[in-house]
């Protein structure tokens, strides 16, 4: 989760480059005037379809002011492959004719103080966009733009090895959002005993064959977010903080940007196979929606949904024909009113597309598994697993799906809702197979909070369900036709130091003794979380802590984070641990008021930590599992997993029927 940034006057600072600027950049992936959208080196699965976006930039103000701010309208691109003759992108495409020209002008500040001064910079663009286009033979391409007589621009493009065999018939991608090796390790320590050293249980992750790594950053910025890393593990092109499904360009519309097909919009167009996602976020949050969702900001919510059920609508492009199980919380994109698309009742919209809709878990689970199935428990996220199980009353608000100012207590958790899609997808799919991807959101989002138990909570609700789906996956005998994934978008910089002593903690008076209470190295000790307590049971099971609240306590923290006051148990409330004055963040006082003040490494307008640049690591068993191994760029998930689907064609497959038309080195659609 992060901050929503606006689309204003200032064109977004996050997606901007000038040569010589850092944090702020006029164009991220186009550092001269003159832009290739694909930018140069990236990677296309052969067949996927994609859109292309030239833009000439003419800055009539700032360090780059060029020609007057008047941009070559005249511009022509040309592409060639593995060396050969060059051709306009009309006729290598085979298009009837040339896109019209596009103009528009935005503005961006070229540092820190020219926007403390208010001076931006502007930005006079001329454009053309060549939309829903695909390469299908392997190989390197080149395209050329030229501009303002004699200036060039350059992208290499590389277009992957033929795949067409369907190795797995189903794939179960996990996403612990968020989620560390670090946090996993935590997590071990929570919730299995160890004896002399030795671990008397594992994680269900533990048992995996194979673990790999994965490097996280975006295509313009090292520290990513949710949405286009996910977008890189769906698409195998990576995007800019805040876009999914896209290149983000500098226009004003955010839905205008260039599109590339999803690993689900290829798996239906070729196969018809099922599809889903799960998560314990609202539905619309990124890392759900971007498996159909395509726009430049993530905080187009409304758009999104109505995208993931009808398809892009906008432009031509691939369809889906919606989720065939869709599970999570945001009931505010569905009410009828302010937060949904064109204020429609889409509770309605799936239902008159055929969906079962299920507003609580005792629907969800008789739902029948012949019939399409939408399921929204609460609005915004679902209450984390600690919440659910430990503290209850933690549930009394206001958040029932309906809309109705009454609390959402009827709730599944992330296990529930996995093995009902896998029912319901197992049964739809057919010989075509699923893909179902199955989100833990709240280790992401109470990390940001700084609350490490809640986000530990529902790392070990994942790990429990991956180890049901497995045994379900067994008892429908799909297992060894199954590729599983798990992995992260992204990583915070959490660990583990020590431990705390609780009673002693509390019982000193300044905040500085406080700090003794914690033991490092031989005084670290053991977990007492796995050790029984009198009085004490929370029948939550044998893959979670004994005792959430011992004595002696993990002391752990990240990296980055705000002010804010530590005493590191558990807190019986949910973290809040700042509050806002003037637009800046302050300690929260009245949060872990025992605790002792930390001064914060982050801009004094941040209120809660953020993403950090850690690799995170990839967890694989079945068919193909042995091509997970090492260390690789998040985009590689999208190429193994959609060559082990058998994805990657060297002629237009289209509406899952296995029909084609055309071949040779492109095809575009008017």
Same mark, same amino acid.
């Given at each position: 989760?992060?901050?929503?940034?606006?689309?204003?006057?200032?064109?977004?600072?996050?997606?901007?480059?000038?040569?010589?600027?850092?944090?702020?950049?006029?164009?991220?992936?186009?550092?001269?005037?003159?832009?290739?959208?694909?930018?140069?080196?990236?990677?296309?699965?052969?067949?996927?379809?994609?859109?292309?976006?030239?833009?000439?930039?003419?800055?009539?103000?700032?360090?780059?002011?060029?020609?007057?701010?008047?941009?070559?309208?005249?511009?022509?691109?040309?592409?060639?492959?593995?060396?050969?003759? !060059?051709?306009?992108?009309?006729?290598?495409?085979?298009?009837?004719?040339?896109?019209?020209?596009?103009?528009?002008?935005?503005?961006?500040?070229?540092?820190?103080?020219?926007?403390?001064?208010?001076?931006?910079?502007?930005?006079?663009?001329?454009?053309?966009?060549?939309?829903?286009?695909?390469?299908?033979? !392997?190989?390197?391409?080149?395209?050329?733009?030229?501009?303002?007589?004699?200036?060039?621009?350059?992208?290499?493009?590389?277009?992957?090895?033929?795949?067409?065999?369907?190795?797995?018939?189903?794939? #179960?991608?996990?996403?612990?959002?968020?989620?560390?090796?670090?946090?996993?390790?935590?997590?071990?320590?929570?919730?299995?005993?160890?004896?002399?050293?030795?671990?008397?249980?594992?994680?269900?992750?533990?048992?995996?064959?194979?673990?790999?790594?994965?490097?996280?950053?975006?295509?313009?910025?090292?520290?990513?977010?949710?949405?286009?890393?996910?977008?890189?593990?769906?698409?195998?092109?990576? $995007?800019?903080?805040?876009?999914?499904?896209?290149?983000?360009?500098?226009?004003?519309?955010?839905?205008?940007?260039?599109?590339?097909?999803?690993?689900?919009?290829?798996?239906?167009?070729?196969?018809?196979?099922?599809?889903?996602?799960?998560?314990?976020?609202?539905?619309?949050?990124?890392?759900?929606?971007?498996?159909?969702?395509?726009?430049?900001?993530?905080?187009?919510?409304?758009?999104?949904?109505?995208?993931?059920?009808?398809?892009?609508?906008?432009?031509?492009?691939?369809?889906?024909?919606?989720?065939?199980?869709?599970?999570?919380?945001?009931?505010?994109?569905?009410?009828?009113? !302010?937060?949904?698309?064109?204020?429609?009742?889409?509770?309605?919209?799936?239902?008159?597309?055929?969906?079962?809709?299920?507003?609580?878990?005792?629907?969800?689970?008789?739902?029948?598994?012949?019939?399409?199935?939408?399921?929204?428990?609460?609005?915004?996220?679902?209450?984390?697993?600690?919440?659910?199980? #430990?503290?209850?009353?933690?549930?009394?608000?206001?958040?029932?799906?309906?809309?109705?100012?009454?609390?959402?207590?009827?709730?599944?958790?992330?296990?529930?809702?996995?093995?009902?899609?896998?029912?319901?997808?197992?049964?739809?799919?057919?010989?075509?197979?699923?893909?179902?991807?199955?989100?833990?959101?709240?280790?992401?989002?109470?990390?940001?909070?700084?609350?490490?138990?809640?986000?530990?909570?529902?790392?070990?609700?994942?790990?429990?369900?991956?180890?049901?789906?497995?045994?379900?996956?067994?008892?429908?005998?799909?297992?060894?036709?199954?590729?599983?994934?798990?992995?992260?978008?992204?990583?915070?910089?959490?660990?583990?130091?020590?431990?705390?002593?609780?009673?002693?903690?509390?019982?000193?008076?300044?905040?500085?003794?406080?700090?003794?209470? #914690?033991?490092?190295?031989?005084?670290?000790?053991?977990?007492?979380?796995?050790?029984?307590?009198?009085?004490?049971?929370?029948?939550?099971?044998?893959?979670?802590?004994?005792?959430?609240?011992?004595?002696?306590?993990?002391?752990?923290?990240?990296?980055?984070? !705000?002010?804010?006051?530590?005493?590191?148990?558990?807190?019986?409330?949910?973290?809040?641990?700042?509050?806002?004055?003037?637009?800046?963040?302050?300690?929260?006082?009245?949060?872990?008021?025992?605790?002792?003040?930390?001064?914060?490494?982050?801009?004094? $307008?941040?209120?809660?930590?953020?993403?950090?640049?850690?690799?995170?690591?990839?967890?694989?068993?079945?068919?193909?599992?042995?091509?997970?191994?090492?260390?690789?760029?998040?985009?590689?998930?999208?190429?193994?997993?959609?060559?082990?689907?058998?994805?990657?064609?060297?002629?237009?497959?289209?509406?899952?029927?296995?029909?084609?038309?055309?071949?040779?080195?492109?095809?575009?659609?008017?």
């Amino acid at each position: 989760m992060l901050p929503r940034l606006d689309l204003a006057a200032v064109w977004l600072a996050a997606t901007a480059s000038v040569a010589s600027a850092q944090t702020y950049r006029r164009f991220g992936t186009c550092p001269s005037l003159g832009c290739v959208i694909p930018p140069d080196q990236q990677d296309f699965l052969p067949g996927q379809e994609f859109d292309i976006r030239f833009e000439v930039h003419a800055p009539k103000n700032g360090s780059e002011a060029f020609n007057n701010g008047v941009p070559d309208e005249k511009f022509t691109a040309t592409i060639s492959k593995d060396g050969g003759r !060059p051709r306009s992108i009309a006729e290598f495409f085979k298009l009837r004719s040339e896109p019209s020209l596009e103009k528009w002008t935005f503005s961006w500040f070229e540092d820190l103080f020219a926007e403390d001064a208010k001076t931006p910079s502007v930005v006079n663009v001329a454009s053309k966009a060549y939309r829903r286009v695909a390469l299908y033979e !392997p190989g390197i391409y080149t395209v050329t733009l030229n501009y303002f007589s004699g200036k060039k621009t350059t992208a290499e493009w590389t277009v992957r090895p033929l795949a067409t065999k369907k190795r797995a018939k189903n794939v #179960i991608f996990f996403i612990g959002d968020g989620m560390t090796t670090n946090m996993i390790t935590a997590a071990r320590l929570l919730a299995h005993k160890t004896v002399n050293g030795k671990f008397q249980t594992l994680l269900s992750l533990d048992e995996f064959p194979v673990l790999g790594h994965q490097m996280t950053h975006s295509i313009d910025t090292f520290i990513t977010d949710s949405a286009n890393s996910a977008s890189a593990l769906y698409t195998g092109h990576k $995007s800019t903080v805040n876009a999914m499904g896209v290149y983000a360009d500098t226009s004003p519309d955010p839905q205008d940007d260039p599109k590339v097909e999803t690993i689900v919009e290829m798996l239906f167009r070729i196969w018809g196979s099922a599809w889903g996602a799960v998560s314990t976020a609202f539905i619309a949050d990124a890392t759900p929606i971007a498996l159909s969702g395509h726009s430049r900001l993530r905080s187009q919510y409304g758009v999104l949904i109505d995208q993931a059920l009808n398809g892009v609508q906008n432009y031509s492009w691939t369809k889906t024909d919606g989720p065939d199980a869709y599970f999570g919380g945001g009931a505010d994109q569905f009410i009828a009113g !302010p937060g949904s698309y064109q204020g429609k009742d889409y509770y309605a919209e799936f239902a008159n597309k055929g969906y079962s809709v299920s507003l609580n878990k005792t629907s969800l689970l008789s739902a029948p598994n012949d019939k399409k199935a939408l399921g929204i428990f609460c609005k915004n996220n679902l209450p984390v697993w600690i919440d659910r199980h #430990i503290f209850p009353e933690n549930l009394e608000i206001n958040n029932d799906p309906s809309g109705a100012a009454k609390p959402a207590k009827d709730l599944p958790g992330l296990k529930e809702m996995t093995l009902k899609a896998v029912d319901i997808l197992h049964n739809r799919g057919g010989k075509e197979g699923f893909f179902l991807m199955s989100e833990a959101a709240s280790i992401d989002k109470q990390m940001h909070a700084l609350d490490y138990d809640r986000a530990l909570g529902d790392l070990l609700e994942l790990d429990d369900t991956i180890r049901a789906t497995i045994a379900k996956l067994k008892q429908l005998r799909i297992l060894d036709d199954t590729l599983i994934v798990v992995s992260a978008d992204h990583g915070h910089g959490f660990d583990v130091f020590g431990s705390s002593d609780t009673k002693y903690f509390d019982a000193q008076e300044d905040e500085r003794s406080k700090r003794n209470a #914690i033991g490092v190295y031989q005084n670290s000790g053991l977990s007492q979380y796995t050790e029984p307590k009198p009085g004490v049971s929370y029948g939550t099971g044998a893959n979670f802590p004994m005792n959430w609240d011992p004595r002696y306590v993990l002391a752990a923290g990240v990296g980055a984070a !705000p002010d804010r006051r530590e005493d590191f148990g558990i807190g019986a409330t949910p973290r809040a641990p700042t509050t806002s004055r003037g637009g800046e963040a302050y300690v929260n006082d009245k949060d872990r008021p025992s605790g002792f003040v930390v001064n914060g490494t982050l801009p004094t $307008s941040e209120s809660q930590g953020v993403h950090s640049l850690t690799d995170v690591p990839v967890y694989a068993r079945g068919p193909c599992q042995e091509t997970f191994g090492g260390t690789y760029n998040n985009i590689e998930v999208f190429y193994k997993i959609a060559n082990c689907l058998g994805l990657a064609h060297g002629r237009n497959v289209t509406e899952g029927a296995g029909k084609s038309r055309g071949n040779g080195k492109g095809k575009g659609r008017d």
